[in-house]
């Protein structure tokens, strides 16, 4: 595995080769040298104690494009979880799924956090007006002792992009365990075999190309890159070059000569199929019974994150893979045939909401940029 240290120890060897070329202060101004430091990454050490503490933790939660398309009310007994819809993917979630499954997340998030302060939460969803979404309220009771523990992972999760142990797949009761504690009506269905696993790899290589080959779809996606050191700290959303897990000679280079959109997107059709699907052990699929349920979409959000807390405790890395669905969607949204639909309805036999890689890690990845909290209170 590259450590953190391992990677600044590979990056300062290439310090001769950058001084010669008169660019060791671009180096520095593109952070090089300080990958997962700095005030897009303060977030991630903010304490997790008292209401507060668990708005901030809701804030470390995964979301699409990392988007964080959230805002929070603090009260004296709770929280009010908004969606904030100055932060959509347009057509790149075209149905507005990822958004469900992100403040899932984020609800999840607030879950364990606050079982871990002894209180029991309760969540009542709230019809979209002024796009208040749901209401938790705390109350002290006996909490769910397999949230408790989870509450240590919450700043150390982080979605794995790089390659993944092939050679040594999740053993069954792990592959168990991941899924303990689905809510009722949402299925988990691992793909182990050789023959399911190629079946959906083909599907995410396939589907990358599309999106790839859709300039609208591409607008929509390209609008939470987030390529250079500047926009980083500016935003402290967004797709990023660190995220990539690119490895130090790729990261380095990247960062030296930040990419355009389009040549970032070259290499994310080449590591879809060369890294992401070539070393992934096993996929998850979560399914839910029926098309268009919202409810089931928040769910699986919450299922999700507390799947990857749980992998994040037993070092299992995750990652989903969301092509085919978007095109899926893209093609739902506009009325079009379509094959993406068919081939993972007949194969799934309910929607699938959201699909993953899961396996150990051969290297590790760094912390994502957050939104202060303070940026995400109304
Ligand atoms: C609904 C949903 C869909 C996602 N789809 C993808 C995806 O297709 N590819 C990917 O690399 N990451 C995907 N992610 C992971 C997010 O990009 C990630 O959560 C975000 O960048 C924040 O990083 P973190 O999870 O490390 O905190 C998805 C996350 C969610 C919640």
């Given at each position: 595995m590259v450590?953190?240290?391992?990677?600044?120890?590979?990056?300062?060897?290439?310090?001769?080769?950058?001084?010669?070329?008169?660019?060791?202060?671009?180096?520095?101004?593109?952070?090089?040298?300080?990958?997962?430091?700095?005030?897009?990454?303060?977030?991630?050490?903010?304490?997790?104690?008292?209401?507060?503490?668990?708005?901030?933790?809701?804030v470390l939660a995964a979301s699409s494009h990392n988007t964080q398309p959230w805002?929070?009310?603090?009260?004296?007994?709770?929280?009010?979880?908004?969606?904030?819809?100055?932060?959509?993917?347009?057509?790149?979630?075209?149905?507005?799924?990822?958004?469900?499954?992100?403040?899932?997340?984020?609800?999840?998030?607030?879950?364990?956090?606050a079982a871990a302060q002894g209180l029991v939460s309760s969540v009542e969803y709230v019809r979209r007006t002024d796009d208040h979404f749901a209401r938790v309220t705390f109350a002290k009771g006996e909490v769910d002792p397999q949230?408790?523990?989870?509450?240590?992972?919450?700043?150390?999760?982080?979605?794995?992009?790089?390659?993944?142990?092939?050679?040594r797949g999740l053993t069954a009761a792990e592959l168990e365990s991941l899924g303990s504690g689905f809510p009722g009506g949402l299925e988990l269905q691992r793909l182990t075999s050789a023959d399911d696993r190629a079946w959906f790899g083909d599907l995410v290589v396939q589907a990358t190309g599309e999106h790839i080959a859709d300039v609208d779809l591409q607008r929509d996606s390209h609008a939470w890159y987030r390529m250079t050191r500047q926009e980083v700290d500016e935003y402290r959303d967004g797709i990023t070059v660190d995220g990539a897990a690119a490895g130090v000679v790729g990261t380095t280079f990247l960062k030296l000569f930040p990419p355009t959109p389009d040549q970032f997107d070259g290499?994310?059709?080449?590591?879809?199929?060369?890294?992401?699907?070539?070393?992934?052990?096993?996929?998850?699929?979560?399914?839910?019974?029926?098309?268009?349920?919202?409810?089931?979409?928040?769910?699986?959000?919450?299922?999700?994150?507390?799947?990857?807390?749980?992998?994040?405790a037993l070092k299992i890395a995750m990652h989903p893979l969301s092509q085919p669905l978007t095109i899926r969607d893209r093609d739902l949204a506009r009325?079009?045939?379509?094959?993406?639909?068919?081939?993972?309805?007949?194969?799934?036999?309910?929607?699938?909401?959201?699909?993953?890689?899961?396996?150990?890690?051969?290297?590790?990845?760094?912390?994502s940029p957050r939104r202060p909290l303070g940026a995400t209170l109304s």
């Open positions: 450590s953190r240290r391992g990677f600044i120890a590979a990056g300062l060897g290439t310090v001769g080769v950058i001084a010669v070329g008169g660019g060791l202060m671009k180096a520095v101004d593109n952070g090089v040298f300080s990958v997962g430091d700095g005030v897009a990454f303060e977030a991630w050490d903010a304490p997790l104690d008292g209401i507060e503490g668990i708005a901030a933790a809701a805002s929070f009310r603090i009260r004296e007994d709770g929280i009010d979880v908004m969606g904030d819809t100055s932060r959509l993917m347009g057509l790149a979630d075209a149905r507005l799924r990822e958004l469900h499954i992100s403040l899932g997340c984020a609800l999840e998030n607030i879950a364990v956090a949230l408790t523990t989870l509450a240590e992972q919450i700043p150390l999760r982080r979605t794995n992009r790089g390659a993944y142990d092939i050679e290499q994310w059709a080449k590591v879809t199929s060369e890294t992401h699907c070539a070393t992934a052990p096993a996929y998850g699929l979560i399914i839910a019974p029926s098309t268009d349920d919202h409810r089931a979409w928040v769910e699986t959000g919450r299922a999700y994150q507390r799947m990857h807390l749980t992998a994040t009325g079009e045939c379509n094959t993406y639909a068919d081939a993972l309805e007949q194969r799934a036999g309910g929607e699938v909401v959201l699909a993953f890689r899961v396996g150990y890690p051969l290297v590790d990845v760094t912390a």
